[in-house]
Nanobody, 119 residues
């Protein structure tokens, strides 16, 4: 069993900041990647940011320079610091975990946390 518990999110005015965190637990002995996706109403789920086990990161163009992803390997936790938020950042944000099982990769998702940015 693998669990992802998200926290953070909420309502903020445009230009403000929010921080998300996600703690992974269970059978996760070799985490390859952790990150965040988001899904706005009527839109497909999209990548926001991901951090690979070696520390490399990848961001959606729309959040580069505003969002920062980080990871605490000892705590199996991934963070997303969101600054200069825009109305279009409003979405449900999902924590993502990819575990290396040697012969395959398993993907897991959190339950989602709402981020609402008022304009």
């Amino acid at each position: 069993q693998v669990q992802l518990v998200e926290s953070g999110g909420g309502l903020v005015q445009a230009g403000g900041s929010l921080s998300l965190s996600c703690v992974a637990s269970g059978n996760i002995y070799n985490i390859y990647a952790m990150g965040w996706y988001r899904q706005a109403p009527g839109k497909q789920r999209e990548l926001v940011a991901v951090i690979i086990s070696g520390g490399s990161t990848n961001y959606a163009d729309s959040v580069k320079g505003r969002f920062t992803i980080s990871r605490d390997n000892a705590k199996n936790t991934v963070y997303l610091q969101m600054n200069r938020l825009k109305h279009e950042d409003t979405a449900v944000y999902y924590c993502y975990l990819q575990v290396d099982r040697t012969w395959r990769y398993d993907n897991y998702w959190g339950q989602g946390t709402q981020v609402t940015v008022s304009s």
